[in-house]
């Protein structure tokens, strides 16, 4: 926090990748933007840099990059890569349906669906999650004090990163819907009262 103006950080999720679009999980393997992801990263890069920001901070997972690229043409700024952005690690289920997840860990799956923290399989811990991402968005804040940072970042990692700077338990989380694709969150980091939400699932339309 620095000066008489907020900082103003928007945590923008990639595009759509051809396993969002059936329901398989991603954690942090690699999976690229599908047509419909080029186009609303396109969409919302534009309503973005109307925005003016100042710096552009991504995950270094692929379709996060590509996401960045977008605002990156539109803007003249470089792009820079913190995997503390990637997404969560989702370890034996990476690359599964969902589906398939509820067939093979049943118990582990519930609890998930739940928000409940799972226990086994290689699952990166929420707390964990909240903690390294809530510091990537400090970072990625730092850079620009008083001014419009963009981190392109993924659904859970905004999530629990948003719960990690806010100061919020993880539990909060049960009360928001998903975060879409190529939509973003808006916090400020306010002169007197620190870091607030201004926006949820915000997009281009």
Same mark, same amino acid.
């Given at each position: 926090?620095?000066? =008489?103006?907020?900082?103003?950080?928007?945590?923008?999720?990639?595009?759509?990748?051809?396993?969002?679009?059936?329901?398989?999980?991603?954690?942090?393997?690699?999976?690229?933007?599908?047509? @419909?992801?080029?186009?609303?990263?396109?969409?919302?890069?534009?309503?973005?840099?109307?925005?003016?920001?100042?710096?552009?901070? *991504?995950?270094? @997972? +692929?379709?996060?990059? =590509?996401?960045?690229?977008? #605002?990156?043409?539109?803007?003249g700024l470089p792009v820079t890569l913190d995997p503390r952005l990637r997404e969560r690690h989702f370890g034996q289920w990476q690359g599964l349906?969902?589906?398939? /997840?509820?067939?093979?860990?049943?118990?582990?799956?519930?609890?998930?669906?739940?928000?409940?923290? /799972?226990?086994?399989? %290689?699952?990166?811990? /929420?707390?964990? #999650?909240?903690?390294?991402? &809530?510091?990537?968005?400090?970072?990625?804040?730092?850079?620009?004090?008083? &001014? =419009?940072?963009?981190?392109? *970042?993924? +659904?859970?990692?905004?999530?629990?990163?948003?719960?990690? @700077? $806010?100061?919020?338990?993880?539990?909060? #989380?049960?009360?928001?819907?998903? @975060? +879409?694709?190529?939509?973003?969150?808006? $916090?400020?980091?306010?002169? /007197?009262? +620190?870091?607030? #939400?201004?926006?949820?699932?915000?997009?281009? %339309?």
């Open positions: 926090m620095a000066g =008489t103006e907020p900082t103003r950080l928007v945590v923008w999720r990639h595009g759509r990748t051809a396993w969002n679009a059936t329901n398989r999980i991603q954690g942090q393997a690699e999976a690229e933007l599908d047509e @419909l992801g080029h186009r609303q990263a396109a969409a919302a890069a534009a309503v973005l840099a109307a925005g003016r920001p100042a710096a552009i901070v *991504s995950s270094d @997972l +692929g379709r996060a990059r =590509t996401t960045a690229t977008y #605002l990156a043409e539109l803007t349906a969902v589906t398939e /997840v509820a067939q093979r860990f049943p118990a582990e799956y519930a609890r998930w669906r739940t928000g409940d923290q /799972v226990a086994g399989c %290689g699952v990166e811990d /929420v707390d964990d #999650l909240a903690k390294r991402a &809530a510091a990537g968005f400090v970072d990625a804040a730092a850079l620009a004090p008083g &001014a =419009t940072v963009v981190a392109v *970042s993924h +659904g859970g990692t905004a999530r629990f990163g948003m719960a990690g @700077l $806010l100061g919020w338990p993880v539990q909060v #989380l049960r009360g928001f819907a998903p @975060l +879409g694709n190529c939509r973003w969150v808006e $916090l400020r980091d306010t002169p /007197v009262r +620190g870091w607030q #939400l201004y926006g949820y699932n915000a997009g281009a %339309g």
